[in-house]
């Protein structure tokens, strides 16, 4: 069963850049793995920020952006606010497992 | 508008079973993969399993720690998707959420839609 693996906490100062990222137990990330980024705030369903590694949807801020670095998948945000204080989720796909989520990052804005 | 909303959850007994519905609307949910997610109180996401379209002849997969107890089966005439628990045990205490497959690729298990979630808490 593949892990995937995220930090349990970051903190960014506003206006700052912060990078998130995810890892895969079973090797390096790649664009197969079809990265997945989703917002979650409190009491709220989670919002997909980032699909297929790098691309946004129409609501997704400018300010965040994917990529693949150094073997994971990578959240970064440039020009940060106190609403993107959240929980951050990264997904990614294995074939004939599922899609499997990431524990989660919680992101301090302070 | 894109909607999905989540329905019949509740509270159930150990051992008992449920049944989750979710209605779509604003898009053509036959031609989508759907997919189940949860998140038991405190943590984080975890996917259930998936039904795809009828031209993948509506297969589905679960994930393991639900796999044989659960059932995903989707009414394509009625823009519905549903969630058959069975067995149901403590640790499936969660919100749960359905979500719209972004690609219909067979190993593609990406979401771009969620709905809301329906709790469901398992519980004597």
């Known amino acids: 069963q593949a892990v995937v693996t995220q930090e349990p906490s970051l903190t960014v100062s506003p206006g700052g850049t912060v990078t998130l990222t995810c890892g895969s137990s079973?090797?390096?990330?790649?664009?197969?793995?079809?990265p997945y980024w989703f917002q979650q705030k409190p009491g709220q369903a989670p919002r997909t920020l980032i699909y297929?590694?790098?691309n946004k949807h129409s609501w997704t801020p400018a300010r965040f952006s994917g990529s693949l670095l150094g073997g994971k998948a990578a959240l970064t945000l440039s020009g940060a606010q106190p609403e993107d204080e959240a929980e951050y989720y990264c997904?990614?796909?294995?074939?004939?497992?599922?899609?499997?989520f990431g524990g989660g990052t919680k992101l301090t804005v302070l | 508008e894109v909607q999905l909303v989540e329905s019949g959850g509740g509270l159930v007994q150990p051992g008992g079973s449920l049944r989750l519905s979710c209605a779509a609307s604003g898009f053509t949910f036959s031609d989508h993969y759907m997919d189940w997610v949860r998140q038991a109180p405190g943590k984080g996401l975890e996917w259930v399993g998936r039904t795809r379209n009828k031209a993948n002849s509506y297969t589905t997969e679960y994930a393991a720690s639900v796999k044989g107890r659960f059932t995903i089966s989707r009414d394509d005439s009625k823009n519905s998707l549903y969630l058959q628990m069975n067995s149901l045990k403590t640790e499936d205490t969660a919100v749960y959420y359905c979500?719209?497959?972004?690609?219909?690729?067979?190993?593609?298990?990406?979401?771009?839609?969620w709905g809301q979630g329906t709790t469901v808490t398992v519980s004597s």
């Open positions: 979500a719209r497959g972004l690609r219909s690729y067979y190993y593609y298990y990406g979401m771009d839609v």
């Open positions: 297929d590694t790098s």
């Open positions: 997904l990614l796909s294995y074939s004939g497992v599922g899609g499997v």
């Open positions: 079973t090797g390096a990330v790649t664009s197969g793995h079809y």
